[in-house]
Each structure stands twice: as C-alpha cells, then as structure tokens.
C-alpha cells in the first residue's frame, strides 16, 4: 500500500508551548523523506504529531488527501499509518514471530490485507536475517536486528506510510549500514516512507528529498542529493564527524 502525506503549516508542542512553528511539506507516494537536525530541534515531536500521539495547536495533516489532523492514534493507524519509535520498540519478552503475529494480528479485522501467514512469509523474505531468530526473544537479540523486528512488526500492519524515529540509533557503523541495506529493500514495497536519522549520509543516501529541521522551522527543504552534497550543511548544522 502507498499514501501521500501533506503538512500544511503545522504547529505542535508540550504544556502550551509549541515547538515546532509552521512547519510543512509534500511527500507524494511511495516516495522517501528524511528530516535530519540538531538535537531537540523538534524532530520527533513532528513525528509523534504526525502519527497522533501529540495534538496539533495549528495547521492540518492530509493523508491521501483526506484530513486526519483530529484524529487520534489508533484511528491513523487503522488508516494504514505504522510508526516505529526510536526506544521501546519491540516486545523484549515475546519471541521474534510473535512480535510479528502481534502487530499482524493488531489491525487484522480492520483491513482487508493479505493473511497473517502470508504477510508473515512476506516479511522473512525482506529480513531473511530474522529467519532464524523467530524463537528467540526480542530481548536477547543484537541492536540491529532488534530494529529489524520493529521495522517488520509495523509493516505486518500494511502500512501506506511508515514513520521511522532514528533508526541507526545505537547501532554501531557496520550495523547501521546493514540496516539501510533493508531500509533499501523496504522501499521497494512501495510504502511512503517519512524517517528521521542522525547518521546524514546514510539517511540521506536512501531518499528522495531531505529536509533539515532547526528550533522547529525547515530550514531546507531540496532534493537528498543535493542535500548531501552539501557539505557546509553537516558543520552548520549538524557538527563534525558525519
Ligand atoms: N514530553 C515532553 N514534554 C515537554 N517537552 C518535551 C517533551 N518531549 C520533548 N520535549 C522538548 O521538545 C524539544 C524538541 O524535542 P524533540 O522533538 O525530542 O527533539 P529532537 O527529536 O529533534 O532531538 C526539546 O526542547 C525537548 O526538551
Ligand atoms: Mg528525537
């Protein structure tokens, strides 16, 4: 499934205070953003507003053209919306399939996708690295693989957009990578995909458009490579070393 998202001047934040001051932007379907910044400059607060976890206090959300700026969580979600925060994202007692099974089974009456089963095999497919790990709990498995089970628990859900929070986070180089080698593989789904990544090279090596965030204003909005090849961009904004 495939949706765009349009953010018309949005306005969110905690205890009366907004952090984030108008923010927009289009993402057609099936295609990528990755919104990279300086810490707390209101990252993932745009994206839990996004997904319904934060109420907007100005602007409106389109998702496939219709508004969903007043709905709540659970009901973006049921309109094939999957988010993957950046902690706490997976069962850590529950075993590999079924982290899977649960989230498949989450949004199972609501949409006609395809069976559980058959979503299941769809996902070994697209991490054949959890294959042999279904039986192994959550908990015990490596940071990467770790962000593979969040990453393929919300697409059993058959999202049309999926929100990803920083998903190289505390992942060292080499997984990093190999998580953007599935992060690749993912976008080939077809799923619109809106990201937030600190690692800007790699974030960006796998979008469309980039999009930096300071105190909760874009200040860039372009094209990814153009954006990468940026270099003035990493020591403004982002400090040295990446
Ligand atoms: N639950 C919260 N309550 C109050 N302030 C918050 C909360 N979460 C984040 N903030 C504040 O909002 C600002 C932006 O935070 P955040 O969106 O997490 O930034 P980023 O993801 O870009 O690092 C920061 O000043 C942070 O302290
Ligand atoms: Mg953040």
Redesign the pocket.
């Known amino acids: 499934m495939t949706a765009s998202l349009s953010i018309e001047n949005l306005h969110a934040?905690?205890?009366g205070k907004n952090?984030l001051h108008g923010v927009a932007l289009e993402l057609p379907a099936g295609s990528a953003l990755t919104i990279i910044?300086?810490?707390?400059?209101?990252?993932?607060?745009?994206l839990k507003a996004v997904v319904g976890l934060l109420p907007l206090s100005e602007g409106r959300l389109l998702l496939a053209g219709q508004d969903i700026s007043r709905l709540d969580a659970p009901a973006r979600a049921q309109r094939a919306m999957a988010y993957v925060p950046q902690e706490n994202n997976v069962f850590r007692n529950m075993d590999v399939a079924d982290n899977l099974r649960m989230s498949g089974e989450f949004l199972q009456s609501a949409r006609a996708a395809s069976p559980l089963r058959a979503r299941m095999d769809a996902m070994l497919e697209l991490f054949p690295e959890l294959r042999p790990h279904l039986r192994t709990s959550a908990g015990l498995l490596s940071g990467g693989q770790r962000q593979m089970v969040a990453m393929a628990s919300a697409l059993m859900q058959s999202p049309a957009l999926l929100v990803l929070d920083e998903p190289s986070a505390g992942l060292s180089p080499r997984n990093a990578e190999l998580l953007f080698v599935v992060i690749r593989r993912i976008r080939q789904t077809g799923v619109t995909l809106l990201m937030?990544e600190q690692n800007v090279r790699l974030g960006l090596s796998v979008a469309d458009t980039g999009l930096v965030?300071v105190a909760g204003k874009v200040r860039r909005l372009g094209a990814a490579t153009e954006l990468a090849a940026d270099s003035g961009l990493h020591h403004l904004y982002l400090g040295s070393g990446q």
């Open positions: 934040g905690y205890h952090i910044g300086p810490n707390g400059s209101g990252k993932s607060t745009l937030i965030l």
